[in-house]
């Protein structure tokens, strides 16, 4: 049987703990790949750099790991990117069972699933699994929602994209943060500057 995990955001810029996270996860459970897939448009971020910018950053970062591919589903639909859709389309494009496929989501993200558009549907077309970052508190979430994720069994890194961003338009070092050519694609294009 198949076990894929796609693994979804905006990327911007993909950083060590997006490689750490979906290298552990797909260690610890066992995945053949995990499928990163830029989001086109983010329904609840309007601020992020251009699709251009990140799908560079983003091929660089996953570039001689085997275990990691790229999805463009979301950049060939175009628009606004909802979860559902992605999905769905990814399911019939490799002909895949709810089984066989995983959607990562950070627990920050699953404190805010519930608002997401059809998310009882998103749960009944594959398998939810959650890595815990911190502050997370369960009883923020909704019982309906956690009674069907699986949580990660893997470390937690606590870096993120917003403080790269915040970090490099303050003149502080990314360095290692990001892996050495986004670094240096952030430098030269001057992405985060205020």
């Known amino acids: ?20 996270v979906a290298q552990t996860v ?16 983010p329904p609840f971020k309007n601020n992020f750099s251009s699709l251009e910018h990140r799908l560079s950053m983003l091929k660089m970062a996953l ?3 085997p ?30 069972k709810r089984e066989e496929l995983y959607f990562l989501i ?18 009944n077309e594959c398998k939810l699994l959650v890595a815990i970052r911190p502050g997370f508190r369960p009883s923020s979430v909704p019982s309906w929602v956690l009674k ?8 937690r890194f606590e870096i993120s994209s917003t403080i790269i961003r915040k970090r490099w338009a303050e003149d502080k070092t990314i360095r290692y943060m990001v892996t050495q050519p986004v670094w240096e694609y952030v430098n030269a294009h001057k992405l985060f500057s205020l």
């Open 1 to 20: 049987m198949k076990k894929v995990c796609l693994f979804g955001g905006t990327f911007d810029p993909p950083h060590i703990g997006h490689l750490l």
């Open 26 to 41: 797909a260690e610890a459970e066992n995945f053949e790949k995990i499928i990163f897939v830029l989001t086109n448009h």
């Open 63 to 65: 570039a001689g790991n």
């Open 67 to 96: 275990k990691f591919d790229l999805s463009e589903i979301e950049l060939q639909r175009e628009g606004v990117s909802y979860t559902l859709d992605t999905i769905k389309a990814y399911k019939e494009e490799e002909n895949l």
């Open 106 to 123: 950070g627990s920050d993200s699953l404190m805010e699933f519930h608002t997401w558009d059809k998310p009882k549907e998103i749960l």
């Open 148 to 155: 069907k994720v699986q949580f990660a069994n893997i470390p």
